[in-house]
């Protein structure tokens, strides 16, 4: 038995076996090949255990995401049979006499420069796609192949840490707990458990290689701690916290249906975050009264090519079908900082969180705004959208982004496609944005405050870096008085204020949001039922 102490990011106690994932790339080296025939023989069975694993990802995409996505992992088969593909591994090896790893990494390599060098917008998207299955051969050939979430049991996530692109091709009902040595309070990882109502805990003193995919854990998020390979006295007390634990959740689905109402009358809208519509059923399991934020930038994650217009229409589409008259605020796509894509070729940055990002990239390369622009319109008339901007600092922005959206709307009318005008807010995420809230308020329809990156900005301290929580304190009194003064500017003008950062969902400052006179608060869906509770208990008005 072996524990460690970290930090909870989720509270909740889970057990079960642990899945150990390691994803530091291993240095492919160029070796001299003794024998390359056998060296050719392992070429083919990783290509083959490639075809065998992109087949895996292909159905499971057609009965998650739908054919137009799943047939990306179709193009990767038929690229890994691609006769100029093979033919240059097997020169390789035949006639330099190198290793299959150093073969397929360099050909890939070679393949992938020079397909981004051609013309052709489909050829040229193609070169990501090389990298992709030459990497995946590669970890073949290594012995380090993709975990098949399909085919595993509930587990228990260990790992260096998790970037939202891996977090993203989880199959979340076999994801028991997450616990990182790295990773932060606010980093997706954390948001996902809480969405997940999984117990999740990051710092952890571990060292990976010394554990092993099916060792049992108990990872117990009240006391920040983790287990690996308990006794049976442990196991057994996990037990019973584990059954409290989801007698505790039950008492609190009799709120399910209640409104979310302060005991003197004020109402509060009470939404949830999401970033995929897989997320959905936990919207609805836990009994949201909208979507506050729909991270859409995890559409852009975890693939190799920009999602096309109609893709992400399907997937609007479907968000706002299910929702039916409940608001639905979609923003728009929040990439760079801790959210990388390979396709947007962003150049690396001394201060990504600084950088550019979101709205940065939209407004600068409007190709790309315009496209999520033209799926959100069209989504439009399937239910009640509503659409937010991301790390706004000024007027002027807001105004651009105005022009963009008529510009595309005159683009729908010329085309005859309808859609109905939504609601536009904007992220208050920037002490800028905070601070020229009563300008803002008098251009925009709402405010979201998003305390994760407010928090970031104005204490200065890095979200991802977990060595600066001692410094961190998310109820610093110049984050809560950002937060009054938005919320009194905002009403100055006639509009509401709501927060969907993580700090919206914080019980002991539910009193503090109510009296504040806050509008609305988004929160993970695991956490609807519980904010519920605490506001039916708070006044709004202090005696
Ligand atoms: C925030 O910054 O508070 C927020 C909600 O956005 P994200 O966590 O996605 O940056
Ligand atoms: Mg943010």
Redesign the pocket.
Known sequence: MQKFSGKTVYNNIAMGPILVMKNEDEPVVRLHAEDPQAELSRVEAACEQAKEQLQVLYDRAMETVGEESAALFEVHQMLIDDDDFQEAIQSAITDDEVNAEYAVQTTGESFAQMFAEMEDEYFKARSADIKDIAGRIVRNLQGRADVDFGSIEPSVIVADDLTPSETVRMDKDKVLAFVTVHGST?SHTA?LARMMNIPALIGVPMDLDALQTGMTAIVDGFAGEVTFEPDEDAKAYAQKRIAEEKEKAALLQQLKGQPTVTPDGREIHLYA?IGNVGDLNYVLDNDAEGIG?F?SEFLYLGRNDFPTEDEQFEAYKTVLETMGEKKVIIRTL?IGADKKVDYFNLDEEENPALGYRAIRICLTQPEIFKTQLRALLRASVYGTLAIMY?MIISVDEVKQIYAIVDEVKAELDAEGIAYKDPEQGI?I?TPAAAIISDDLAQVVDFFSI?????TQYTLAIDRQNNKLDAFSNPHHPAILRLIQMVTENAHKYGKWAGI???LGADPELTETFVRMGLDELSVSPSMILKVRDNIRRTPYKAD
């Open positions: 606010n948001i975050n934020l991270r929040d991301p992220m995420e998003g305390t994760n990156d407010l969907c950062g993580e």
